[in-house]
């Protein structure tokens, strides 16, 4: 597509119960990341994905999030259990393969009650 | 780790003003230094970026700078207006070359224009 979605745009879920977001990138675009920003915070690196190799899940920020990425395109980001301090806007971004800025998607807003 | 800090956190100047945001990273294998501007309930937008093989780069009223000796970098906005107004942040990666390209972004600096 012509620019990174992410979908659904807002999510209210009850606490304990798993999410999944998605991330649709920009057609052939190799690289694929996850951040997350808290209210008025900076952008928290979550997961990486580049071409066929194993992804840098090192900031995670725990064993209730996990992320895969199909065909190298479509990637989902799924939360379990979910918690209050989840709640977030979750951000996607992708990247051709050489060096180059991210483009960023409208993110998730995600509200866990 | 990898780090980037930012500063100052809030900004405010008067229209016409110059703003200038500064960066520091730990990384000394960093060599590629984006900048975005987030409006407020937008995504993040690329503004300007930089490359380790240069010192400096304009496009119209943004400059960046580079000092690769000390680590830091800078975004200078000349002229400002209203609608520069917005949380700008800076980041860092090892991405020059392509290949790995994470992006380590600084906290933000929230930038307030009056007229």
């Not at chain 1, 895969?68 to 379990?80: A, D, N, Y």
């Not at chain 2, 900048?35 to 400059?63: H, M, T």
């Not at chain 2, 200078?76 to 992006?103: M, W």
């Amino acid at each position: 597509g012509a620019g990174v979605s992410q979908s659904p745009s807002n999510k209210v879920t009850e606490k304990g119960k798993d999410v999944e977001l998605r991330c649709d990138p920009i057609s052939g675009h190799t690289a694929l990341y996850w951040y997350r920003q808290s209210l008025g915070q900076g952008l928290e690196f979550l997961i990486y994905f580049q071409g066929n190799s194993a992804p840098d899940k090192s900031g995670l920020p725990s064993d209730r999030f996990s992320a895969e990425r199909t065909g190298g395109s479509v990637s989902t980001l799924t939360i379990q259990r979910t918690q209050q301090e989840d709640s977030a806007v979750y951000l996607c971004a992708s990247s051709s393969g050489t060096a180059g800025g991210y483009t960023f998607g409208s993110g998730t807003r995600l509200t866990v009650v | 780790g990898e780090n980037v800090e930012q500063h100052p956190s809030t900004l405010s100047v008067q229209e016409g003003d110059s703003a200038v945001i500064k960066c520091t990273y730990s990384d000394s294998a960093s060599n590629y230094f984006p900048w975005y501007k987030q409006e407020l309930g937008k995504r993040p937008q690329l503004i300007i970026d930089i490359r380790s093989n240069v010192g400096e780069k304009k496009d119209q009223r943004i400059a960046v700078t580079l000092n690769k000796t000390a680590k830091h970098f800078s975004l200078h906005i000349t002229e400002t207006q209203p609608e520069d107004s917005a949380v700008y942040f800076c980041a860092a990666s090892r991405g020059f070359s392509g290949g790995y390209n994470k992006l380590i972004f600084g906290a933000g600096t929230r930038l307030a224009v009056h007229p």
